[in-house]
């Protein structure tokens, strides 16, 4: 085939493909849109996934008559003019690609009327071509549909995922710009699970609560700005205290200049700056706004605007950690007053010994009874009875295992532990070391997976049901994934709102606080630990969850108890993942080491 | 300070605080003890800023003072000592205790007695009065059940209501729940609930001793704190603030089936079939069937390991009402028989998925109700 220059259509099509990899990526450029025309409104509707219909209306500057047309031309945008100003750009969008790039790909319908004109416009576009242009009454502000996203693209329509899939990646970024803009109400309808709505008052707690729930919201601590020196970044937000972890980092939000970034970098700072008061692979929850100057912020390095750059990353690192461990330290003294015991968390015993109290008494600041109710109040997540469905899952039948020769492990005698975290055995034929944390996980992943296709889960009814809010991230998974979750042994059932009544664990948990165990389950769940199958995910995830940790104590009658276990398994030699649960140092080996041969 | 005492009193005194004396510490003198005359009595003390226990034994006092000397330490050298008077000696440069027994002697070094955390005194407050043996059985029949994870506080410890002249102990973990009811020696200048950490109860359950005596605690007004006082020993713990589950109402009112069987034989066909349940999460299945045709009534006992095998016990019952199947956690069913007495007991159930109650017949202020397991039959 000779080269060629591509067809207009062709080339605006794959640029597309940059911009709009999904319905959701329409939902936050279009929002993005109407946020720099300053609405203090925005609504999304959405059917279908997103892929039928995406409706926003808001209630912004709108569009000039005139300028309409020009808006749906690539490279067209009133937000940077000249390559100056990329230097400093202050809106979220400027790149020119947004409208074109959706409506290559779409049949946009827009109607707008700008704030000084008392008419308004009524402008349609299929699949890139201009159909319609007409005057139209319209109230101030813009309203797009978008329908049939992606119909004349079936490579991407084909990788779309379920319905329910898209909408929680649609929820995820409607609450993310809720987020970082309280003063603006968000509502988001879709036709299927949960509708949102942030309040909009400027109170990012109240949104927090919103998206969160009203437990987190309350506990959440407060970040306020230093207001040292103005050249500094300005830090500010809400962050969990220690004692609120979570098993992934999807707690944690950055937001530069108010646009939602994905940062490492600003991941670690944050994780850094719970050094000590957090278990290893706990992650806080937070909500953190970074303010700096424009120009010191690239937000040019990706055509979704996810990644951005630092010209002075350090001093950013430092600003993050030192303004999130203030908040730790100012609001936090003492993980949690009635926890009793002594010597257990460093910060506990150290707050004791200086202020020379006996009796820790430091009560934990909460919010006040009226806020709480004024927080649950606006707590707005509704349950839509009549569109709660659940979604059939693909291929719900687990397939037959190719049949896997017995791996048989060898009679391990247990010589002792190393660092807390490994065990050392002998074999016949010289020593094994034995990862205890991933030989758990291996031993409760078949003995869950074992009850699971045996349908005979093991439950342990509660003598009080434990009451649990859920986030929609959750609810979504607990009502597409709900048999699932069942076949392993929860008892759920609803109780209204976000709230859910924990009735029976499986018996594999043990002892412990049942609702953060189902977090923590739905959590693993939705970060997948790298399994395709939903069945594998959640017995991957409870195994994690009951495994014993590395660095736990463990007797030799344990130690040996879980070596014969492991005997017993299937694949004992890996877990779940993959990973080796031992390593085998053989004799011939010792020998050739200590040059005895 | 100066004082000469006996090393048995010595050696029995340090082994009653030194429960009190924290393991793992960020705050390395709360693994002293302290040494104090009090009037002509040495006084021993230490704490894990959680409980604290103070003791007095017998001594010549030579000159007042107090100091604080590694408990474990202290302890072991005293306890290696002959039986016979150990003359002790403070020696200030450098800050330790000169201690003088038989032919032995040894100098260990210290910190000044300030430096330590004070322990706390309760003096005003809701004063009661039990009896030793009440306690320690109250104690036994319902600390096992509290939680030992401490994601929720107030189910480690063990709710106190006291009302006149009778209390009552509850504690849930979750699963299970025990709830004992006696009288007080004496009633309450006040009614009163708090709720006191299970391990602190333990601790006075084991400083009782085997005669029966009166003892008499004090709560403060502000239930933070509780004094148990024995005979010259003094416990203070700290009590967990927080509400404790409204239990009354997680114990069903009625039931279908009672079969009322010997403890003992019930608890060990409960061990015998706990054999084959370790694999799994420990469940026994519970089968009570009525009597038949002249034949007795039964508890079959059974339980299952995959692919390994499985076993049945039985036992006789005499059964009220119908047949009826209920799974348990082998350790919360054994655990509940291991304390109670020999006798009979009851166990009351009415489907296999709502609780399962255990009372044991001569004792009628206890009852026990434990969580069934989902089990497929």
Redesign the interface.
């Known amino acids: 085939m000779p080269i060629r220059l591509l067809r207009p259509d062709v080339s605006s099509k794959i640029a597309a493909g940059e911009v709009i990899e999904r319905p959701a990526s329409a939902v936050k450029e279009l929002i993005e849109n109407s946020l720099d025309a300053g609405a203090t409104r925005i609504s999304v509707e959405v059917r279908g996934g997103g892929s039928e219909l995406i409706r926003i209306s808001d209630n912004g500057v709108g569009i000039p008559a005139n300028e309409v047309e020009l808006a749906f031309q690539r490279f067209a945008t009133s937000k940077v003019s000249s390559v100056e100003d990329l230097d400093g750009i202050k809106t979220l969008g400027f790149r020119g690609e947004a409208l074109p790039s959706i409506s290559a790909v779409s049949r946009v319908t827009l109607v707008t009327r700008y704030e000084r004109e008392s008419e308004g416009t009524r402008f349609e576009v299929h699949d890139g071509e201009t159909v319609g242009n007409e005057p139209a009454g319209a109230p101030t502000g813009t309203t797009i549909t978008v329908r049939q996203l992606f119909r004349n693209l079936p490579a991407r329509q084909k990788f779309l995922k379920t319905v329910g899939t898209e909408i929680s990646r649609i929820q995820i970024a409607v609450t993310r710009y809720a987020l970082a803009y309280p003063e603006v109400r968000f509502e988001l309808n879709p036709d299927k699970g949960r509708k949102f709505a942030s309040p909009g008052t400027g109170d990012l707690r109240a949104v927090v609560a919103a998206v969160y729930g009203l437990q987190n919201a309350e506990g959440m601590l407060d970040m306020t700005p230093s207001d040292e020196d103005d050249l500094s970044p300005m830090v500010w937000g809400l962050v969990s205290p220690p004692s609120m972890d979570r098993a992934n980092r999807s707690y944690i939000c950055f937001f530069v200049n108010r646009r939602w970034v994905q940062n490492r970098f600003l991941s670690f700072a944050l994780e850094q700056a719970y050094h000590g008061f957090m278990a290893e692979r706990r992650f806080p929850m937070g909500v953190v706004n970074i303010n700096l100057p424009y120009e010191d912020v690239d937000v040019n390095a990706h055509p979704a605007k996810a990644e951005v750059r630092f010209r002075r990353e350090n001093q950013i690192f430092g600003a993050v950690q030192q303004a999130v461990r203030h908040a730790l330290v100012t609001y936090s003294p003492v993980p949690?007053?009635?926890?009793?015991?002594?010597?257990?968390s460093?910060s506990h015993?150290?707050t004791?010994?200086t202020s020379g109290a006996?009796?820790p008494?430091t009560p934990f600041a909460r919010p006040s009874p009226s806020e709480r109710d004024r927080l649950a109040e606006i707590a707005g997540w509704t349950s839509d009875h009549d569109a709660a469905q659940t979604h059939p899952i693909a291929d719900v039948t687990p397939e037959s295992e190719p049949m896997i020769p017995k791996n048989a492990l060898p009679v391990l005698r247990v010589l002792g532990q190393v660092q807390t975290t490994y065990i050392v055995a002998e074999g016949p034929d010289g020593m094994y070391l034995i990862d205890q944390h991933a030989a758990h996980e291996r031993v409760m992943f078949e003995r869950v997976q074992?009850q699971a296709v045996a349908?005979?889960?093991?439950?342990?009814?509660?003598?009080?049901p434990?009451v649990v809010q859920l986030n929609p991230e959750h609810q979504e998974l607990l009502e597409a994934q709900g048999e699932i979750i069942g076949s392993l042994g929860f008892?759920i059932e609803p109780f209204g709102g976000d709230t859910f009544l924990i009735r029976?664990v499986p018996?594999?948990l043990g002892?412990?606080?049942?609702a953060?165990a189902l977090m923590d389950i739905l959590d693993l769940m939705a970060d997948g630990g790298g399994f395709e199958s939903w069945e594998e995910r959640a017995a991957y995830s409870i195994a994690c969850h009951s495994a014993i940790r590395a660095g736990k104590v463990l007797s030799h009658q344990e130690m040996m108890e879980l070596t014969r276990?492991l005997e017993d398994c299937v694949q004992p030699n890996t877990c779940p993942h993959g990973r080796p649960t031992m390593i085998h140092l053989s004799s011939s080996r010792l020998e050739r080491e200590f040059g005895r041969t | 300070m100066q004082l000469s005492c006996l090393q048995e009193n010595l050696s029995r005194g340090l082994s009653v605080v030194q429960r009190a004396v924290?393991t793992?510490?960020?705050?390395p003198i709360?693994q002293n003890v302290l040494l104090s005359t009090d009037n002509s009595r040495l006084k021993l003390a230490a704490t894990?800023?959680?409980i604290a226990i103070s003791t007095w034994i017998g001594a010549q006092v030579e000159e007042e003072g107090s100091i604080t000397i590694p408990a474990r330490l202290l302890t072991e050298f005293v306890n290696s000592l002959p039986a016979e008077r150990i003359d002790i000696a403070m020696n200030p440069q450098p800050l330790g205790l000169d201690l003088e027994c038989a032919r032995f002697e040894a100098h260990i070094n210290g910190r000044d007695a300030d430096d330590f955390?004070?322990i706390?005194t309760v003096e005003s407050g809701v004063i009661g009065k039990i009896s030793s043996s009440v306690l320690k059985d109250a104690i036994t029949h319902v600390a096992f059940a509290a939680?030992?994870?401490?994601?929720?506080?107030?189910l480690?410890g063990i709710k106190v209501d006291l009302k006149g002249d009778s209390f009552t102990f509850a504690a849930?973990?979750?699963?299970?729940?025990a709830v004992y009811e006696g009288k007080l020696a004496e009633a309450v200048s006040e009614d009163v609930s708090f709720i006191m950490?299970a391990r602190a109860f333990q601790e006075v359950n084991r400083l009782i001793g085997s005669d029966d005596t009166t003892i008499e605690f004090t709560v403060t007004p502000s239930k933070?704190?509780a004094l148990f006082r024995l005979e010259n020993v003094e416990l203070v713990s700290?009590l967990?603030?927080?509400a404790f589950?409204n239990y009354s109402q997680?114990i069903p009112e009625g039931h279908d089936t009672r079969a009322v069987v010997d403890r003992t034989a019930f608890l060990s066909a409960t061990r015998t079939a706990s054999i084959f349940a370790r694999?799994?999460?420990?469940?026994v299945r519970v089968k009570v069937l009525p009597a038949e045709n002249g034949s007795s009534g039964t508890i079959e006992i059974s339980s299952r390991a995959?692919e390994l095998g499985d076993n049945e016990g039985k036992i006789d019952a005499s059964v009220e009402g119908d047949e009826s199947k209920i799974a348990f956690?082998s350790k919360y069913l054994s655990e509940v028989l291991d304390v109670l007495g020999s006798g009979e007991i009851a166990l009351e159930t009415t489907t296999s998925?709502s609780?399962g109650v255990i009372r044991p017949l001569s004792k009628e202020g206890y009852i026990h109700?434990v969580?069934?397991?989902?089990?497929?039959w």
């Not at chain 1, 349908?455 to 009080?464: A, D, H, V």
């Not at chain 1, 002892?511 to 049942?514: H, L, M």
């Open positions: 949690e007053v009635n926890r009793l015991t002594s010597g257990h460093p015993a150290r004791q010994a006996f009796w008494t074992a349908s005979t889960p093991e439950i342990q009814s509660l003598l009080e434990a008892a029976g018996a594999l002892e412990g606080d049942p953060r276990q | 924290a793992r510490t960020t705050l709360t894990n800023l959680e955390p004070p706390p939680a030992t994870e401490e994601s929720r506080p107030v480690t849930a973990d979750g699963f299970r729940l950490p933070s704190q700290q967990i603030q927080g589950p997680l694999d799994g999460s420990g469940i995959e956690n998925s609780p109700v969580m069934p397991m989902f089990v497929q």
